[in-house]
Protein backbone atom coordinates (compact mmCIF):
# COMPACT_ATOMS: atom_id res chain seq x y z
CA UNK A 1 0.00 0.00 0.00
CA UNK A 2 3.18 2.27 0.83
CA UNK A 3 4.12 1.99 -2.94
CA UNK A 4 0.27 2.94 -4.30
CA UNK A 5 0.68 6.04 -1.81
CA UNK A 6 3.94 6.51 -3.73
CA UNK A 7 2.74 6.69 -6.95
CA UNK A 8 -0.82 9.06 -6.15
CA UNK A 9 2.13 11.40 -4.43
CA UNK A 10 4.60 11.48 -7.49
CA UNK A 11 1.43 11.80 -10.47
CA UNK A 12 -0.64 14.01 -8.57
CA UNK A 13 1.44 16.65 -6.56
CA UNK A 14 3.26 19.59 -9.06
CA UNK A 15 6.26 18.20 -10.52
CA UNK A 16 8.56 21.22 -8.58
CA UNK A 17 8.57 18.59 -5.70
CA UNK A 18 9.33 15.17 -7.37
CA UNK A 19 12.10 14.63 -9.68
CA UNK A 20 11.65 10.39 -9.57
CA UNK A 21 10.46 7.75 -8.21
CA UNK A 22 11.96 4.28 -7.39
CA UNK A 23 9.11 1.32 -7.30
CA UNK A 24 9.50 -2.22 -5.76
CA UNK A 25 6.77 -4.16 -7.14
CA UNK A 26 4.15 -1.67 -6.89
CA UNK A 27 1.08 -3.10 -6.79
CA UNK A 28 -0.71 -1.97 -9.38
CA UNK A 29 -1.67 -5.00 -10.76
CA UNK A 30 -2.26 -7.99 -8.68
CA UNK A 31 -3.36 -11.80 -9.19
CA UNK A 32 -6.98 -12.37 -8.45
CA UNK A 33 -9.98 -14.62 -9.14
CA UNK A 34 -11.40 -13.52 -12.04
CA UNK A 35 -15.12 -14.11 -10.22
CA UNK A 36 -14.18 -11.89 -7.12
CA UNK A 37 -13.35 -8.70 -9.58
CA UNK A 38 -17.70 -9.41 -10.20
CA UNK A 39 -18.85 -9.87 -6.64
CA UNK A 40 -16.27 -7.53 -5.05
CA UNK A 41 -18.21 -4.74 -4.46
CA UNK A 42 -21.22 -6.17 -2.90
CA UNK A 43 -19.13 -9.01 -1.03
CA UNK A 44 -16.97 -6.18 0.61
CA UNK A 45 -20.21 -4.62 1.73
CA UNK A 46 -22.02 -7.59 3.09
CA UNK A 47 -19.24 -9.09 4.58
CA UNK A 48 -15.56 -7.56 4.83
CA UNK A 49 -14.54 -10.08 6.61
CA UNK A 50 -14.80 -12.72 4.57
CA UNK A 51 -11.54 -14.98 3.42
CA UNK A 52 -11.96 -14.64 -0.10
CA UNK A 53 -8.16 -15.61 -1.45
CA UNK A 54 -4.95 -17.32 -0.08
CA UNK A 55 -1.58 -15.47 -1.99
CA UNK A 56 -0.69 -17.81 -4.74
CA UNK A 57 1.77 -20.13 -3.86
CA UNK A 58 5.02 -21.05 -5.94
CA UNK A 59 5.23 -24.65 -6.66
CA UNK A 60 8.50 -24.94 -8.21
CA UNK A 61 9.73 -24.05 -4.50
CA UNK A 62 7.58 -26.63 -2.56
CA UNK A 63 8.94 -29.13 -4.88
CA UNK A 64 12.46 -28.20 -4.38
CA UNK A 65 11.84 -27.86 -0.90
CA UNK A 66 10.60 -31.73 -1.15
CA UNK A 67 13.78 -32.91 -3.35
CA UNK A 68 16.09 -30.92 -0.43
CA UNK A 69 17.28 -28.42 -2.86
CA UNK A 70 18.52 -25.32 -0.91
CA UNK A 71 16.16 -22.95 -1.39
CA UNK A 72 14.65 -19.86 0.66
CA UNK A 73 12.07 -21.08 3.74
CA UNK A 74 9.41 -18.88 3.75
CA UNK A 75 7.72 -20.78 6.47
CA UNK A 76 10.27 -19.27 8.59
CA UNK A 77 9.99 -15.37 7.32
CA UNK A 78 8.12 -13.65 9.99
CA UNK A 79 7.33 -11.17 7.24
CA UNK A 80 5.10 -13.72 4.91
CA UNK A 81 1.33 -13.30 5.06
CA UNK A 82 -0.36 -16.62 5.42
CA UNK A 83 -3.91 -15.32 6.28
CA UNK A 84 -6.11 -14.99 3.06
CA UNK A 85 -7.22 -11.76 2.12
CA UNK A 86 -10.32 -10.06 3.61
CA UNK A 87 -12.93 -8.81 1.31
CA UNK A 88 -12.88 -5.52 2.03
CA UNK A 89 -9.34 -5.22 1.63
CA UNK A 90 -9.17 -7.47 -1.43
CA UNK A 91 -11.97 -4.62 -2.94
CA UNK A 92 -9.81 -1.57 -1.92
CA UNK A 93 -6.96 -3.00 -3.76
CA UNK A 94 -8.58 -3.66 -6.66
CA UNK A 95 -9.74 -0.05 -6.63
CA UNK A 96 -6.38 1.27 -6.05
CA UNK A 97 -4.66 -0.78 -9.10
CA UNK A 98 -7.42 0.27 -11.35
CA UNK A 99 -7.05 3.90 -10.14
CA UNK A 100 -3.25 3.79 -10.70
CA UNK A 101 -3.43 2.11 -14.01
CA UNK A 102 -6.75 4.48 -15.21
CA UNK A 103 -3.98 7.29 -14.11
CA UNK A 104 -0.53 6.10 -15.93
CA UNK A 105 -0.29 8.79 -18.56
CA UNK A 106 -0.49 11.43 -15.98
CA UNK A 107 2.69 10.08 -14.43
CA UNK A 108 5.20 12.58 -15.76
CA UNK A 109 7.58 11.91 -13.68
CA UNK A 110 10.87 9.86 -13.94
CA UNK A 111 10.70 6.26 -12.87
CA UNK A 112 12.63 3.23 -11.66
CA UNK A 113 11.10 -0.21 -11.13
CA UNK A 114 12.01 -3.20 -10.11
CA UNK A 115 9.66 -6.15 -9.84
CA UNK A 116 10.04 -10.29 -9.86
CA UNK A 117 8.47 -12.09 -12.08
CA UNK A 118 8.29 -14.69 -8.47
CA UNK A 119 5.98 -12.14 -6.64
CA UNK A 120 3.28 -14.13 -5.41
CA UNK A 121 0.71 -11.08 -4.37
CA UNK A 122 1.55 -8.36 -7.18
CA UNK A 123 1.68 -9.09 -11.39
CA UNK A 124 5.07 -8.14 -12.79
CA UNK A 125 3.03 -7.70 -15.91
CA UNK A 126 0.54 -4.97 -14.53
CA UNK A 127 4.18 -3.05 -13.97
CA UNK A 128 5.63 -3.79 -17.47
CA UNK A 129 2.32 -1.85 -18.70
CA UNK A 130 1.88 0.41 -16.04
CA UNK A 131 5.81 2.16 -17.21
CA UNK A 132 5.35 1.43 -21.14
Known amino acids: MRVA ?23 VQVY ?17 LLPVQRLKFDR ?20 VVRSPLQACVGYEVLKICENIMSGA ?7 FVAHSREDRFTNAKGTIDFHD
Open 105 to 111: ERFHVFV
Open 5 to 27: VAIHLARDVPHSTFRGVMLAAPA
Open 32 to 48: HKPIWKLFAPSLASLAP
Open 60 to 79: KRRRARKAGEDCYNLKDDPL
